[in-house]
């Protein structure tokens, strides 16, 4: 008896519509800014922020001018 081939079934890319697509990128830009302005209106946590980056400016120039 002949052994029959198992078809493995072609996995074709979904097509989005350009509109959904559009949609979806400004739904998801909103949802960014919202969550800045949040973010924003936090001073703990916006204090926090800016002694990070403080911090990580720091350890980048300091790293940077120890190698001249």
């Given at each position: 008896m002949a052994k029959s081939k198992k078809s493995?079934?072609?996995l074709t890319p979904?097509?989005?519509n350009?509109?959904?697509e559009r949609r979806w990128q400004v739904e998801s830009a909103i949802s960014t800014l919202q969550r800045a302005e949040q973010i924003r209106k936090d001073a703990a946590l916006m204090r926090d922020v800016?002694?990070?980056v403080m911090d990580l400016e720091k350890s980048i120039?300091?790293?940077a001018?120890?190698?001249k």
């Open positions: 493995t079934p072609k979904v097509k989005t350009k509109s959904e800016k002694k990070s120039m300091g790293t001018s120890k190698k």
